[in-house]
C-alpha cells in the first residue's frame, strides 16, 4: 500500500519548486540571501557555489532549508550568460535524514519540461516515479523502481553475465533471455541492493531521474547472440567488497563470459574484483576501455588496466577503425577496437534507438565470444580470448600505436554459429 507522497504538508512541495524555478529564471537570479527571503515561508540558505569551467562561471548551485522539515537545491546553468536548464529538487527531513520528493526542470523558456516524485512504500522505500505534468499534477504515469522478476522457463544456451545496472527484466524480450532454475526462478541478483530483483535503475546522479544502462547493453547481446540465457547482475556500487560474491556467483551459474561495459579511476574500486576474475581463469571477461578520450597507457581506468590474463579489453572504433571520439586507447592496455559507434539497442523503455561508445562495442564482443562458444562448447576463456584476438586485425587507425591487436567487426562473422 502507498504511503501519502510527501511526507508534508499539501502543496508545501509543489509551491516551493515552483517558486525555485520562477526565482532562478530572472537573468541575474539575484543573490543568495535575496533567494533565501523569497522563497515560500522563508529559507536559510546552507549553500552557494558557482558552477565552474576554467576561469568560466556557467551558472550556480544553492541549497536551503525550509524550515525544520525540508532542503531545496537549486541549480541554474547558463554558460556564457545564456540560460540553459534549471533544475530544483525537493527533501523532506525525517528523523535528521533527508528522504528525496519531487524534482523539476526547466528550460531556457523557463518552463517545467519534466517532473517527477517518488512514491514510497509503507516501510519507506521508493518504489516508483511518478511522472507529473507542467502544474506538477500526477499525469498517472509511473515507473517501478524495483518491481518483482515475472516467472518463466530457462532459454538454453550460452551462459553469459551482464553486471550493470541491472535491466529492465519487465520486457517480454529480456523476461525470455534470463537464465532460470527449475522452479522458473532466474538466476542472478542485485548486488547493489542486496536482493533478487536486478532491475535497470542508477539513481547515483538522480533518484529522479536514474540512468538506464544496463537494458541497452542486454539488447546488443541478445540481437546478435539469439538464444544466449543471460544472467543479470547489478553491480556492487555501495560496497567494491562484494565483487568477489559477485563472481563466485557467476561461476556457480555457469557462465563462461562476463560482460562488464564499466569502471573508474580506482584502483580501490575493483582490486577485490581483479583477484576473484584471476581465481576463476576459465572465464573470459569483456572489459570496456572506457569513454574519456585519453591514453590508458599514462593514465588508467580500472578494471581495463589490470593485467589479466582472462580478460579482454574493448574500445569503440569509428567508421574508419580509429578509436571513435570519447573512447580510450592505449597500446598496452586496450586489447582491440570494435566499432562501437550508433549501434542499434532498446532502450528501458522498449523502443527502437542507438548507443555509442566503448559500452556498446563490449557486448558486440561479448555476443560473438557467446556464438564461439556455442560452437566449441569446451572452449574456456584462453580458447574464446585466442579466438577473438585471432579475428582482430592491424589497420592504420587501430594499429600498434592505439591497440594491442588492432580492429575487429563482429559483422564479419555474423554467419558463425
Not at 576561469?55 to 532542503?71: N, V
Not at 569513454?291 to 580500472?302: A, C, E, F, Q, S
Amino acid at each position: 500500500m502507498l504511503t501519502t507522497p510527501f511526507a508534508v504538508a499539501a502543496g508545501e512541495v509543489e509551491d516551493a519548486l515552483l517558486a525555485a524555478i520562477a526565482l532562478a529564471c530572472v537573468e541575474d537570479a539575484g543573490d543568495a540571501a535575496a533567494m533565501a527571503a523569497a522563497l515560500p515561508g522563508g529559507a536559510t540558505l546552507l549553500g552557494d557555489a558557482p558552477i565552474t569551467m576554467g576561469e568560466e562561471s556557467f551558472g550556480w548551485r544553492r541549497d536551503f532549508a525550509l524550515g525544520q522539515t525540508a532542503i531545496l537545491h537549486i541549480m541554474r546553468l547558463a554558460p556564457w550568460g545564456k540560460l540553459r536548464r534549471i533544475e530544483a529538487d525537493y527533501a523532506s527531513v525525517t528523523g535528521g535524514a533527508p528522504r528525496p520528493e519531487a524534482a523539476v526542470i526547466a528550460g531556457p523558456d523557463c518552463r517545467v519540461r519534466d517532473a517527477r516524485r517518488l512514491i514510497y512504500d509503507a516501510a519507506g522505500t521508493a518504489e516508483a516515479i511518478e511522472i507529473l505534468d507542467a502544474a506538477l499534477a500526477p499525469t498517472g504515469t509511473r515507473e517501478p523502481l524495483n518491481p518483482a522478476v515475472p516467472g518463466g522457463s530457462d532459454p538454453g544456451g550460452v551462459t553469459v553475465a551482464l553486471v550493470d545496472s541491472g535491466v529492465n527484466y519487465l520486457l517480454p524480450a529480456i523476461a525470455a533471455a534470463l537464465a532460470r532454475d527449475a522452479s522458473g526462478r532466474a538466476l542472478g541478483y542485485d548486488y547493489w541492493d542486496l536482493d533478487d530483483r536486478p532491475f535497470d535503475a542508477n539513481p547515483a546522479r538522480s533518484p529522479f531521474f536514474p540512468q538506464r544502462h544496463g537494458t541497452r547493453v542486454a539488447s546488443v547481446i541478445l540481437a546478435e547472440a539469439p538464444g544466449v540465457r543471460l544472467v543479470v547482475y547489478r553491480y556492487p556500487r555501495p560496497d567494491p567488497a562484494r565483487w568477489a560474491d559477485l563472481v563466485a556467483d557467476a561461476a556457480a551459474a555457469g557462465a563462461r563470459i562476463v560482460n562488464l561495459a564499466m569502471g573508474s579511476d580506482r584502483t580501490s574500486d575493483w582490486a577485490v574484483f581483479a583477484e576473484a576474475a584471476r581465481d576463476h581463469g576459465d572465464i573470459l571477461f569483456v572489459v570496456s576501455a572506457g569513454n574519456n578520450g585519453r591514453d590508458l597507457d599514462r593514465k588508467p581506468v580500472y578494471p581495463a588496466a589490470f593485467a589479466i590474463d582472462n580478460m579482454i579489453v574493448v574500445g569503440s572504433a569509428d567508421g574508419f577503425g580509429q578509436p571513435a571520439p570519447g573512447s580510450n586507447w592505449g597500446k598496452g592496455t586496450v586489447d582491440i577496437l570494435v566499432p562501437g559507434e550508433r549501434i542499434p539497442t532498446t532502450d528501458f523503455h522498449g523502443r527502437a534507438t542507438t548507443g555509442s561508445g566503448s559500452s556498446f562495442a563490449v557486448p558486440r564482443v561479448t555476443a560473438l565470444a557467446a556464438r564461439l562458444a556455442a560452437a566449441n562448447p569446451g572452449w574456456r576463456a584462453a580458447e574464446l580470448k585466442a579466438a577473438l584476438i585471432a579475428r582482430a586485425r592491424m589497420i592504420d587507425g587501430a594499429g600498434p600505436l592505439t591497440t594491442r591487436y588492432g580492429l575487429l567487426d563482429p559483422d564479419n562473422y555474423r554467419s558463425e554459429p
